[in-house]
């Protein structure tokens, strides 16, 4: 635990990576141990402690839009309410920073985690697209959802990942959201 190192304690309003020491050593590990070379490891992120959380110093991290497409605003509100904003914005800055998975305290974290583990159809459909065999010599292209340039030698990697996590975690159908799988796994 590097916060008990520092004897530091975050905040249910604050992602690890929001305490710049405890970033600075993810980072370190990450560029040690996380290498897509063929010589790094599958690096897990920090722990989320918290379950439920009596009062907010900080506004939610939940963005409102995407819970307004699903209507799924109940779901946002219970999410919040349980201190799981955090949890789920954590574990997509874990993604951002090259870790996968997260270590779980709790019963309640495991849907969460699994959930935004899934791989997107936008995210298969680029990697899918990026590993084709014809772009091997590298090249660029529009994502197939023109939303983005997928660049073939710059995201090789990446895309490798994406397919590793996609045989793990699955992927999604192009119509069904991080809020679907949040609602489908997360307990009434």
Request: net charge negative.
């Amino acid at each position: 635990d590097f916060c008990s190192s520092y004897g530091l304690r975050r905040a249910p309003d604050m992602t690890a990576y929001d305490v710049q020491i405890v970033a600075s050593v993810i980072a370190d590990v990450v560029n040690m141990l996380g290498r897509a070379d063929g010589s790094g490891f599958t690096v897990t992120g920090p722990v989320w402690e918290y379950f439920r959380v009596p009062e907010r110093m900080f506004k939610p991290m939940l963005r409102h839009s995407p819970f307004l497409e699903g209507q799924a605003v109940e779901l946002r509100e219970k999410l919040i309410e349980h201190a799981m904003d955090g949890l789920l914005r954590e574990i997509s800055l874990d993604h951002a920073n090259g870790l996968l998975g997260k270590t779980c305290i709790h019963p309640s974290h495991v849907p969460a985690v699994h959930a935004l583990s899934v791989v997107s159809h936008e995210e298969y459909s680029d990697a899918a697209d990026i590993l084709r065999p014809e772009r091997g010599g590298g090249g660029v292209l529009r994502s197939a959802y023109t939303n983005k340039m997928n660049e073939v030698k710059p995201h090789r990697a990446w895309a490798e990942r994406t397919m590793l996590r996609a045989e793990v975690f699955g992927v999604a159908n192009e119509d069904v959201s991080f809020v679907d799988l949040l609602a489908a796994t997360i307990p009434g």
